[in-house]
C-alpha cells in the first residue's frame, strides 16, 4: 500500500556528515508532514525534525543548527542533512510519514537506518 524506503545512513566519525533521504511511494493521495526520528539503545524513540508540506519546519533542540530536514513534494522524499556529527547522534533513524490515503489518513513508519558517529 504504501512505503517508505530510507537511505544514507552509515560509520563516520565525529564532525563529519550524513545525508538520509526518504521516499514515499504507494497509493498517496496527500502528504500533511514528514519528518525523522531516532532511537538509541535503551532509549525511546524521539523527534529529531519534521516539516510539513507547506514547508515548516521544527527541529530538536540537540540537532539545531546541526541538521537541516527539507522535502521536495513533487518526488515525495524527506531529506536530512546532518552535519558536525556527535557520537550522541549514534541511532538508528526511522523515516515517519503522516499522509493521506484511500479513506483514511494515517502514519506510516519506514524500516529504520543506523548512523554510528565515532569519536
Known amino acids: 500500500q504504501v512505503q517508505l524506503v530510507e537511505s544514507g545512513g552509515g560509520l563516520v566519525q565525529a564532525g563529519e556528515s550524513l545525508k538520509l533521504s526518504c521516499a514515499a511511494s504507494g497509493s498517496i493521495l496527500a502528504i500533511y508532514k514528514m519528518g525523522w526520528y531516532r532511537q538509541a539503545p535503551g532509549n525511546q524513540r524521539e523527534l529529531v525534525a519534521v516539516?510539513?508540506?507547506?514547508?515548516?519546519?521544527n527541529l530538536a533542540d540537540s540537532v539545531k543548527g546541526r541538521f537541516t530536514i527539507s522535502m521536495d513534494n513533487a518526488k515525495n522524499t524527506v531529506s536530512l542533512q546532518m552535519n558536525s556529527l556527535k557520537p550522541e547522534d549514534t541511532a538508528v533513524y526511522y523515516c515517519n510519514a503522516d499522509l493521506v490515503v484511500p479513506s483514511r489518513r494515517f502514519q506510516y513508519w519506514g524500516q529504520g537506518t543506523q548512523v554510528t558517529v565515532s569519536s
Open positions: 516539516i510539513t508540506s507547506g514547508g515548516s519546519t
